[in-house]
Structures are given as structure tokens and as C-alpha cells.
């Protein structure tokens, strides 16, 4: 079955620095490819997703990559803010229109 | 419109016992996830119900199930809890699952 392992568990970056957290996964017939962040206390909210026709995502500072054939793909957070410290999670949706999900990321921002 | 409302918030239990969670969708959505949040554990998936229909189901045992009535809300019953039960549960409502999942606050369970 599928199988997503993210990295690294841990980000520290400085305020203003760009962040990038990496996922892979196992099952070539997956095509969905959501992120989430959950802050401290709270829900986990989508930030942004991307299916398996397109490469490249962007919203604002954040965008998604996919690389199809090496079954991979990446978080970019770009001049990063204090609000973008949380745990964010990568998933893969299988071949059922299951979510499997990585092990999550903690960002943290220094001032 | 409304988000997705899950009860209670908060629950103890003792060894043995059984609860009831609840997990009231989104308006709209007609596909309700149920997810385990433990510290270091990640989100894992317990079972997806779309029109009152199991579709899916995690690799938990039997004493973790659920149901889901015409309005779309869901339940998650777990019976004879065990210390190892305790944890996070959040229900996810979308349209149409996997995609754009919405969470609720998520149901504390502490098992003593």
C-alpha cells in the first residue's frame, strides 16, 4: 500500500527565509496531493493542494512541486512570517481516494 | 456557513468503557473521515463513510467503528477502551473525499 515519509520532522528557519519541507511516496497511481497546517491547539487547515497533472502550484508565499517520476513533492513557504510556525502535514491520496499521511513538520520561525 | 462541529470536546473515560463520538458535517458534504491524532503519531486514518456507505477503513481493530445517518453526520463508537486509546479524534466532512477535507475541532479522549 501506500506509504509517505516526510522531512525533516524539524525546521528552524530565520523570520524572512524561505522553508521547504520534502514528502515521498511509494504509489505511482497516486494523484492528489494535499498540505496542511496545524497550529498549536488547533485543527488542521488545507493550505494548498495539487493533483498529479500539474507540476508546480503557487498561492501567495507558498507552493507545492510534484515530481511524478521520482514520487516526490515539496512544501516552499517563502519570506517566512511568525503565523507560519506549526506543524505542517503532507498526504497522498491512494488508489482508493485514501488520504495517507506523513509524520507532520514542525516549523519553527526565530525572530 | 458553518464549520464542521464535533462532540464533546472533551471526554475521560475508565478502562472498559465505551463512548460515542459525533461529527457533524458541513453542510453540502456528504463524505465524513475519521483520523486519531496522537503526539508524534501523525494523523492516522480510522474510516471514511459518503452517503451513509463505509467506503474506506484504516488498519484499526474491530472495537473502533462508525455509522453515518441521511443527514450525513457520523458517529464513531469505540468499545472496551484501552489506556492506548487515548488521543485526538477529528472528523474531516468534504464533498468529495480525499479532496479538500474541512476539520472539526477535534474530540480530547483520555482513558484512565
Known amino acids: 500500500g501506500e506509504n509517505v515519509e516526510q522531512h525533516p520532522s524539524t525546521l528552524s528557519v530565520q523570520e524572512g527565509d524561505s522553508a521547504v519541507i520534502k514528502c515521498t511516496y511509494s504509489d505511482s497511481a497516486s494523484n492528489y496531493f494535499p498540505w496542511y497546517k496545524q497550529e498549536l491547539g488547533k485543527r488542521p487547515q488545507l493550505i494548498i493542494d495539487?493533483?498529479?497533472n500539474v507540476g508546480e502550484k503557487k498561492d501567495q508565499r507558498i507552493a507545492v512541486t510534484l515530481n511524478k517520476t521520482a514520487k516526490h513533492f515539496s512544501l516552499h513557504i517563502t519570506e517566512t512570517q511568525p503565523e507560519d510556525s506549526a506543524v505542517y502535514f503532507c498526504a497522498a491520496a491512494d488508489s482508493n481516494y485514501q488520504l495517507i499521511w506523513g509524520a507532520g513538520t514542525k516549523l519553527i520561525i526565530k525572530p | 456557513k458553518a464549520g464542521v462541529t464535533q462532540t464533546p470536546r472533551y471526554l475521560i473515560k475508565t478502562r472498559g468503557q465505551q463512548v460515542t463520538l459525533s461529527c457533524s458535517p458541513i453542510s453540502g458534504h456528504r463524505s465524513v473521515s475519521w483520523y486519531q491524532q496522537t503526539p508524534g503519531q501523525g494523523l492516522q486514518f480510522l474510516f471514511e463513510y459518503f452517503s451513509e456507505t463505509q467506503r474506506n477503513k484504516g488498519n484499526f481493530p474491530g472495537r473502533f467503528s462508525g455509522r453515518q445517518f441521511s443527514n450525513s453526520r457520523s458517529e464513531m463508537n469505540v468499545s472496551t477502551l484501552e489506556l492506548g486509546d487515548s488521543a485526538l479524534y477529528l472528523c474531516?466532512?468534504?464533498?468529495?473525499?480525499?479532496?479538500?477535507?474541512?476539520f472539526g475541532p477535534g474530540t480530547r479522549l483520555t482513558v484512565t
Open positions: 474531516a466532512s468534504s464533498l468529495q473525499s480525499p479532496y479538500e477535507q474541512y
Open positions: 495539487i493533483r498529479s
